[in-house]
């Protein structure tokens, strides 16, 4: 599978066993995995620093992990369709993947 351009140039980092990259441009938070077709999301996305996101402009339903600092789990929200907003306030990441089918 072909990385999607927005996620060319981001570093990536391996989080709860996943591969993903980091969004830590202004770009690539605010589109997170919106707009991309399901086959084309990779592995999810890691938003540092994010307590909400938004499923608005998604073609598929996610998981959205809410991690603490040290990047363990803290919340789970599965299966989120799209056009929500979901907030954990404890959190400091946000690992976002595509739910299964």
Do not use: N, Y
Not at 13 to 40: C, F, I, N, Q, W
Not at 82 to 93: E, H, L, Y
């Amino acid at each position: 599978m072909e990385v999607p351009t927005r996620f060319r140039t981001l570093e990536w980092a391996e989080v709860l066993g996943l591969e993903v990259p980091v969004a830590d441009t202004r770009l690539s938070r605010l589109l997170g995995l919106a707009l991309l077709a399901r086959g084309r999301a990779g592995p999810g996305l890691l938003i540092p620093s994010c307590r909400s996101v938004h499923t608005f402009g998604m073609r598929f339903r996610l998981e959205i992990v809410f991690l603490d600092p040290k990047r363990r789990v803290i919340e789970l929200r599965s299966d989120v369709p799209p056009q929500r907003i979901v907030r954990c306030s404890q959190a400091a990441a946000v690992l976002e993947f595509p739910s299964p089918i």
